[in-house]
């Protein structure tokens, strides 16, 4: 899919893999999970936002999280996220 061609490419554009980022999960998740495209804010935004739990823990999943994101995840009070988060 071109969420997963584009999900390492630090090159591809802002504004499509933040388009990626708010599609269906199959789509949306190799982008939330592996894109260094995403900034901060857009991660805290599309948190705040999703009750996708699927999409949740693809975030959760990252390389590294800064905090802002980590405290948006946890206030989710989501059991299956917060496994997610501590492995």
Known sequence: TLSDSLKENIEAPHDIILHLARDVTEVASPVLQFSFVLTEEDL???AEGSQDVSALQAIAKRETLSAPVSSVLIGKEEPRLLHTLVQ
């Open 44 to 46: 805290v935004e599309i």
